[in-house]
């Protein structure tokens, strides 16, 4: 039958070649029109394919961040207007505000603990008095003690121990003396309940403390509800080292003005144990742990705390904390020698020390002698103690 085609076809023997890809050819309409052949599509290889998913991944995770860093924002400034409300108008009119922004200029901001523990609730002292000095440009934290029994002028009222005048005229009187007895400019005031203080180390789950020497306290704030067994109580017990205290074991660390193992302990040591807990909240807030709980505990933060600090001024100031290097921290007390229930003050040291802690001077430690009341600077991890 020939001129037809034969019913079956013939194959070659032997192993398929495998078909590769070959240039496409153009149909018909798209030669009529000019144009080339179609792009044979090439296939994707594993690496771009990684990198594409990579990328997205990257980009899910940005948006996950800033979706956070929102929502925690938001809870942090509840809680910071809820702070500037408890602030009395009085307090906020002897604050200067500062001069600048906190991110780039040098900030004081006063600390006023005020002690409502059981048997404190009537008395209205400003228990804890803390300057505390931020310095961007050098990235450098400095903290300033006031013994609260240095004997002072008080406007309007005398000569008495520093925190009556907290008592007398409640906060703006305190913050107004602070700055008459330093000659420092506050920019900015916190004032903090030490009763609650315990509910923000607790809310950004504890603080680690390294405690340079064992420390046995006498009876106070009971942790036993029978009086038998607080009257069998030895007291509060600290062993040497760093450990991780709670918000009700700092509080405490903060309150032991005598230490049995120790008689030179006093009201001067302790503050510089509240430094050491300032210090170490400070740390904590700055952490990147606490940015991620922020949309939990952001309105928590600041229950013990009034302030006329914004949400954005605490954030700059933390990003200047978390910036900072912690071996320069200055940490630096006021001093002179007890006398009648009084601290009495050499006014050329101690403004020798405030001078120091602007950081206008050498750092010179308390003089030799001097004990737990000298004034005095230290840098870093030293400690002021007895000399």
Not at 46 to 67: D, F, K, N, T
Not at 87 to 112: C, F, N
Not at 139 to 165: C, E, F, M, W
Not at 331 to 342: N, S
Request: glycine share 12%.
């Amino acid at each position: 039958m020939p001129g037809e085609e034969k019913p079956y076809r013939v194959y070659r023997a032997g192993r398929r070649r495998p078909r590769l890809p070959s240039r496409a050819r153009p149909s018909p309409q798209r030669r009529r029109l000019g144009l080339p052949p179609p792009a044979v599509p090439r296939p994707r290889s594993p690496r771009r394919l990684l990198l594409r998913w990579l990328g997205i991944a990257v980009a899910g995770l940005v948006l996950w961040l800033a979706a956070w860093g929102l929502a925690g924002y938001f809870a942090f400034r509840e809680g910071v207007a809820r702070a500037n409300d408890r602030l009395p108008d009085a307090v906020r009119r002897e604050v200067t505000g500062g001069d600048g922004l906190p991110l780039t200029s040098p900030t004081t901001i006063l600390l006023l603990g005020t002690d409502t523990g059981p048997g404190r609730r009537s008395l209205r002292h400003s228990d804890s008095i803390m300057l505390v000095r931020t310095d961007p440009g050098r990235h450098r934290v400095a903290y300033l003690s006031i013994p609260r029994d240095l004997r002072v002028a008080i406007p309007g009222y005398g000569t008495d121990k520093v925190n009556v005048a907290y008592q007398a005229g409640g906060p703006a009187l305190a913050v107004r003396t602070i700055r008459e007895l330093t000659g420092l400019r506050i920019d900015h005031v916190v004032l903090v309940d030490f009763s609650r203080f315990r509910e923000l180390i607790d809310a950004v789950g504890g603080i680690d403390i390294d405690v340079p020497a064992p420390i046995a306290s006498d009876r106070f704030d009971c942790p036993f509800k029978s009086r038998e067994t607080c009257a069998r109580w030895p007291g509060w017990r600290f062993a040497k080292g760093r450990q991780h205290m709670d918000g009700r074991r700092a509080l405490i660390y903060t309150r032991i003005r005598v230490n049995r193992l120790n008689p030179a302990d006093n009201d001067i040591t302790r503050a510089e144990r509240q430094q050491q807990v300032v210090q170490a909240l400070a740390s904590k807030l700055a952490s990147v742990g606490t940015f991620l709980d922020l949309p939990f505990v952001g309105d928590d933060l600041l229950a013990p705390l009034a302030t006329d600090l914004g949400a954005g001024e605490l954030l700059q100031l933390g990003w200047v904390y978390w910036r900072a290097d912690e071996g320069k921290a200055i940490h630096c007390r006021l001093g002179g020698q007890p006398e009648g229930g009084y601290i009495i003050g050499e006014v050329d040291r101690n403004l020798a020390v405030i001078s120091m802690f602007k950081g206008d001077s050498a750092l010179q430690p308390p003089p030799p002698g001097s004990g737990t009341f000298g004034p005095g600077c230290v840098q870093g991890r030293r400690r002021l103690g007895s000399r």
